[in-house]
């Protein structure tokens, strides 16, 4: 019977990579498991099941499509909206390997899209709650080239340039009956945006060349740009540029 034979140098790497995955898990579990206090076999899923971490936001993503009430039931879950936001930065600019890499930015992906899909079918009480939970925090990481903190990949900057319009754009302005405008909140999120640097971010992708199917940055980079500038020229206030 032969011997199997693994170099030191391997044998590193093969437990560095064991320790980095339950890091992931670990990381993950702490931050939703205050999302099912009451629920056992959904703590037992997180603990158990290894490969339920990558596929849990795509869940969720799925179940919230263009159903608006299984959109407030994910809001109305406690803790829900900060678990996915803090989950946008998970181990984001550390790299370990390729295969980590893309499985720590999937999970940040899966959360930024499931965030972005519950803006947009959200109604005003579920704008309220994700101004709460900083959401405005999210979409800049999300365009962020200028500091080195973010993602810098086209379809990240152009889906946070568009989601900062549309969602700027929604409580400035409402968007139906039941949504009318909800001044406080475009103040508490262009709050938010200056103080992550948002405003020097969004001037830098004025001269990003990049596309996403078609669609220009520097053209979303204008109208988010727009949007927070609207805001001030209505309400009397200091240009942020």
């Known amino acids: 019977m032969g011997l199997l034979v693994v170099s030191g140098e391997d044998f590193d790497a093969e437990q560095a990579h064991l320790i980095n995955r339950r890091e992931l898990k670990s990381a993950v579990f702490q931050s939703l498991t205050e999302v099912s206090d009451d629920d056992q076999e959904f703590k037992n899923i997180l603990l158990n099941d290894h490969n339920i ?20 039931e994910v809001i109305n879950t406690p803790k829900a909206l900060h678990s996915l936001c803090t989950l946008t930065c998970y181990k984001i600019n550390i790299h370990f390997s390729q295969e980590n890499d893309q499985q720590t930015f999937a999970v940040r992906h899966s959360s930024r899209r499931c965030l972005w899909q519950i803006q947009y079918y959200g109604d005003a009480s579920v704008h309220s709650e994700l101004v709460n939970a900083r959401y405005a925090r999210v979409l800049v990481i999300a ?57 020097e971010e969004i001037d830098s992708q004025l001269i990003n060349k990049g596309n996403f199917f078609g669609c220009n ?25």
Do not use: M
């Not at 795509?58 to 919230?64: A, G, N, P, W």
């Open 217 to 241: 940055i520097k053209d979303e980079a204008n109208r988010a740009k727009g949007r927070i500038l609207n805001y001030f020229i209505e309400w009397g206030n200091p240009r942020p540029w």
């Open 53 to 72: 971490i990558l596929h849990l936001t795509h869940s969720i993503i799925k179940l919230i499509d263009y159903n608006n009430n299984k959109c407030k």
């Open 143 to 199: 365009i962020s080239t200028a500091s080195g903190s973010g993602e810098e990949q086209d379809e990240e900057i152009w889906s946070g340039l568009t989601s900062i319009s549309k969602f700027l754009r929604d409580i400035h302005q409402g968007k139906q009956n039941s949504f009318p405008p909800q001044p406080l909140l475009v103040r508490r999120s262009d709050e938010q945006i200056e103080e992550e640097g948002g405003n």
